[in-house]
């Protein structure tokens, strides 16, 4: 069964969008049910099998920020994985600077954890990274493992201290924050003996080919993390709807160079182009590689369906 999709990244607004071809292994997976003895509302995503069969270290999710599904989606399948007995990482694009501070929420008693979650960086961040979809998943999450579920998280987002930002200061353009990104996330793969580290990210970091941006080149996280084969990463694929994030007012023609102030940005809930429509329940594919589909950006696709938009946790001015 070939299926043609479309896959893409967005910022401020901007998209592109490039083809990718589904391989047989959608079909299959759709027929596949979920275990007997798993919740429903604890299994995997379909098509998760054919990610395991390729046993990869590090499953990067690429997302559009600001959807109440995409947490979700992400909740589900580290939920169905840690009742199979897997351990799992959970890495989350908040700052690393707080990631000392949930590593201590985290293992609060689960009435005070959200209380004490929402401290941790949540304040004053509306770009739907920070948003009420991302804190019921860490709290659903945080449930599970205080009843015994083998699941952690890690805030990786940028440099977590001066050493680090000196160490990747030679790398260009974007560079050093990719750089941060994947070595954050490696340090908290390697504490323990986890079986898959899942990473929810924006999709342009989840890319494995370099990415230019006013003629300069750099390489996004997903290419630093490790070797390819180790790395599988996920485009996000919607039949639109609305997502939460920040956009370039209207009029406002950013300078090269410079920095763009929080003026120049409004976050609100926007429109969601459709990128594919399946018309059925959200699952992962993979893609197929061949002479007239030479797209490397992605190794495949997790489709969530119509979406809609999660505003922040905590609204400025709280």
């Not at 083809?19 to 998760?48: D, Y």
């Not at 947490?71 to 169905?80: E, S, T």
């Not at 929810?200 to 989840?206: D, F, T």
């Not at 023609?253 to 763009?260: D, G, H, L, T, V």
């Amino acid at each position: 069964m070939r299926i043609m999709t479309a896959v893409g990244f967005a910022a401020f607004g901007a998209s592109a969008w490039s083809g990718t071809v589904v391989s047989s292994a959608f079909a299959e997976a759709h027929n596949q049910s979920p275990k007997a003895a798993m919740p429903a509302e604890c299994a995997p995503p379909l098509g998760w099998e054919t990610i395991a069969a390729r046993k990869p270290r590090f499953v990067v999710f690429g997302e559009i920020h600001g959807t109440k599904q995409a947490p979700v989606f992400i909740g589900d399948l580290a939920c169905g994985l840690a009742a199979e007995g897997k351990r799992v990482l959970l890495a989350i694009e908040h700052s690393s600077t707080e990631n000392e501070a949930f590593q201590r929420t985290w293992k609060l008693p689960q009435a005070a954890f959200a209380a004490k979650l929402k401290q941790a960086g949540w304040a004053g961040r509306a770009d739907g990274v920070a948003s009420e979809a991302m804190l019921a998943l860490l709290v659903r999450l945080n449930g599970l493992a205080q009843n015994g579920y083998a699941i952690d998280i890690v805030a990786f987002n940028g440099a977590k201290d001066e050493a680090q930002t000196r160490r990747f200061s030679h790398l260009p353009a974007q560079g050093p924050h990719e750089a941060a990104q994947a070595e954050n996330i490696r340090t908290a793969e390697a504490a323990k003996a986890y079986d898959y580290v899942l990473i929810l990210v924006g999709n342009i970091h989840a890319r494995k080919r370099p990415v230019e941006r006013s003629g300069i080149a750099f390489e996004p996280m997903a290419m630093q993390l490790g070797s390819p084969s180790a790395v599988i990463t996920l485009n996000m694929q919607t039949a639109g709807g609305t997502t939460w994030n920040c956009q370039l007012k209207p009029g406002v023609q950013p300078k090269p160079k410079e920095e763009i102030s929080n003026d120049a940005i409004a976050c609100a809930s926007y429109p969601l182009r459709a990128n594919a429509n399946y018309k059925r329940a959200p699952f992962i594919a993979l893609t197929e590689r061949s002479a007239s589909n030479t797209d490397a950006d992605y190794d495949g696709v997790f489709w969530l369906g119509t979406v809609d938009a999660s505003p922040p946790a905590v609204p400025r001015g709280r």
